[in-house]
């Protein structure tokens, strides 16, 4: 009985040994990518992890020195953020709140060239249509209403659609074309929210052209 056991536990054992032979070295290197895979993720999440911490205390140190209206430390807190985190959307806030800051002490150039970068750069196409508007009404302020639209021409997410429409009215007003201003204008009312604020204004933009915005309503009313 133990002879019978001893041949049947060599045969199993065989049968193991050709089973290895044959898919041992695939079944190794499954083990490999599925053990590495995992790895890799949980070193992603950690690496995804660390970097968000560092760019949210660079973020912090954009903010004090805003608040302390320090345009030199402002100017070099972004810039490392963007070297190093330019991908985050830490780094779009705080270029968008450094334009603004550095605005406002004297620094023009480079408030620009903050609203730039998250145009071209930004992580996210609303960060990148909120810089436009800013730059654009810089450009506006500046004279220079030809790159000011070209900065308005490109698709942006549908919630800033009237926004855009609205600054393109300014430019357009600003030069002389008062036709095409109000077409602008009617477009931004009509794409904004009754609840949005922002309406009110353009309400009034309208009705120093002549237009009452609540035939436009009932336009719209009546053609749906």
Request: no cysteine; net charge negative.
């Given at each position: ?5 001893d ?6 054992l065989?049968q ?8 041992g070295n695939?079944i ?6 599925v053990?590495?895979?995992?790895a890799a993720w949980?070193g992603?999440n950690?690496?995804?992890?660390n970097?968000?911490t560092?760019?949210?205390a ?8 805003a608040?302390a ?25 705080a270029?968008?709140l450094?334009a603004?800051s550095l ?8 408030a620009?060239?903050?609203l ?5 750069k930004?992580s ?8 436009r ?14 790159q ?12 800033f659609?009237?926004?855009v ?10 030069q002389?074309k ?21 309406r009110?204004l ?7 052209l002549g237009?009452d ?10 053609s749906?």
């Amino acid at each position: 009985m133990a002879k019978h056991l001893d041949l049947e536990e060599q045969e199993q054992l065989d049968q193991i040994k050709h089973f290895w032979a044959r898919y041992g070295n695939l079944i190794t290197w499954v083990l490999i990518v599925v053990f590495g895979s995992v790895a890799a993720w949980n070193g992603w999440n950690y690496w995804q992890r660390n970097q968000a911490t560092k760019a949210a205390a660079l973020y912090d140190e954009v903010e004090r020195a805003a608040l302390a209206r320090d345009g030199e430390r402002l100017s070099r807190t972004l810039a490392d953020m963007q070297a190093g985190f330019g991908r985050t959307a830490f780094a779009s806030q705080a270029a968008l709140l450094s334009a603004q800051s550095l605005q406002d002490v004297g620094k023009s150039e480079e408030a620009r060239a903050a609203l730039t970068w998250v145009s071209e750069k930004g992580s996210d196409d609303g960060y990148k249509t909120v810089a436009r508007l800013r730059l654009a009404a810089l450009h506006l302020d500046a004279g220079a209403h030809e790159q000011a639209l070209a900065l308005l021409a490109t698709a942006v997410p549908a919630a800033f659609e009237g926004l855009v429409a609205d600054r393109r009215g300014d430019i357009l007003m600003a030069q002389g074309k008062v036709d095409e201003a109000r077409t602008q204008y009617q477009r931004a009312w009509s794409s904004l929210g009754e609840r949005a604020e922002y309406r009110r204004l353009v309400e009034v933009k309208l009705a120093a052209l002549g237009v009452d915005a609540s035939e436009l309503q009932g336009a719209g009313s009546a053609s749906r």
